[in-house]
T-cell receptor
């Protein structure tokens, strides 16, 4: 079973930051948090991952709380092309176990 | 190749028939994963290979499902006696196999059992 909980849907205005929350209260000390997104009819696309420190790349930032029980994915300037389902995943024994994800709609 | 390639992109088969789905991973990727995704759901793990061997096949739903990767590159997912409930998108992913390496997914094969 997935070890993460996410809201089923969110809206964001184009050009604004999208902040997607995720709870993973049962995460173990050596388990990484991954974020993927899936645009309709495509395979999931890797965004970012982290263990305990905040991470940033060209796509997004990942903020992990100090107790590691939750995290937030930040898309700093959302565009219409960021409309997708976003999955927060805890990697368990080498496998990515997906939950239901958050359907993000970016609106003009 | 540049990405993970899955063939065919669409497959329609009759109930009870046998099907094979193919995955060509990224060159040099030692780990390969199969997932199944039903409409409105997240991808469901089926099996993963490290090299030629199945490192974890705990997600295969029953013995009608089988996967091979004989030379450590291309993999084939085989489904015997297909049922309508097998209809889904079957996704393949590959990675370098390190503990934290991200996966690269293919676009999937949409299987429809009629």
């Amino acid at each position: 079973d997935a070890k993460t909980t996410q809201p089923p849907s969110m809206d964001c205005a184009e050009g604004r930051a999208a902040n997607l929350p995720c709870n993973h209260s049962t995460i173990s000390g050596n388990e990484y948090v991954y974020w993927y997104r899936q645009i309709h009819s495509q395979g999931p696309q890797y965004i970012i991952h982290g263990l305990k420190n905040n991470e940033t790349n060209e796509m997004a930032s990942l903020i992990i709380t100090e107790d590691r029980k939750s995290s937030t994915l930040i898309l700093p300037h959302a565009t219409l092309r960021d409309t997708a389902v976003y999955y927060c995943i805890v990697r368990v024994r080498g496998k990515l176990i997906f939950g239901q994800g958050t359907e993000l709609s970016v609106k003009p | 190749g540049a990405g993970v390639s899955q063939t065919p992109s669409n497959k329609v088969t009759e109930k009870g028939k046998y099907v094979e789905l193919r995955c060509d991973p990224i060159s040099g990727h030692t780990a390969l994963y199969w997932y199944r995704q039903s409409l409105g759901q997240g991808p469901e793990f089926l099996i993963y290979f490290q090299g030629t061997g199945a490192a974890d096949d705990s997600g295969l739903p029953n013995d009608r499902f089988f996967a091979v990767r004989p030379e450590g590159s291309v993999s084939t997912l085989k489904i015997q006696r297909t049922e309508r409930g097998d209809s889904a998108v079957y996704l393949c992913a590959s990675s370098f196999g390190g503990r934290t390496d991200g996966y690269t997914f293919g676009s999937g094969t949409r299987l429809t059992v009629v």
